[in-house]
Nanobody, 124 residues
Framework: QVQLVESGGGLVQAGGSLRLSCAASGRAYSTYSMGWFRQAPGKEREFVAA????????NYAQSLKGRFTISRDNAKNMVDLQMNGLKPEDTAVYYCAGSNSVVPPVTKNGYDYWGQGTQVTVSS
């Protein structure tokens, strides 16, 4: 069982940056693949980025590649999402997720644990 708590959301102007963090607690956090998803009002929850348990393998939504970077520190039980060049369309609630899969999933059905989410609002 893994508990996930996100932080770092907020209001930022277009072109700005934010760094989201996800603190994990519970057993064997370091063996889980981790991911970030987001959900805008009236839309489905969509994949943002994922990282393997070792941190060696990452995957990104094609539209976000180059602007967002996922990383993890297993010693601190943390996974981060660095977001640069933010756009108003990046406005959403961002969720951290954990998966028992060795290969980081890119769909929400592949994840077993979810945080409560943190709001990111990008103003134009």
């Amino acid at each position: 069982q893994v508990q996930l708590v996100e932080s770092g959301g907020g209001l930022v102007q277009a072109g700005g940056s934010l760094r989201l963090s996800c603190a994990a607690s519970g057993r064997a956090y370091s063996t889980y693949s981790m991911g970030w998803f987001r959900q805008a009002p009236g839309k489905e929850r969509e994949f943002v980025a994922a990282i393997s348990w070792s941190g060696r393998f990452t995957n990104y939504a094609q539209s976000l590649k180059g602007r967002f970077t996922i990383s993890r520190d297993n010693a601190k039980n943390m996974v981060d999402l660095q977001m640069n060049g933010l756009k108003p369309e990046d406005t959403a609630v961002y969720y951290c997720a954990g998966s028992n899969s060795v290969v980081p999933p890119v769909t929400k059905n592949g994840y077993d644990y979810w945080g409560q989410g943190t709001q990111v609002t990008v103003s134009s």
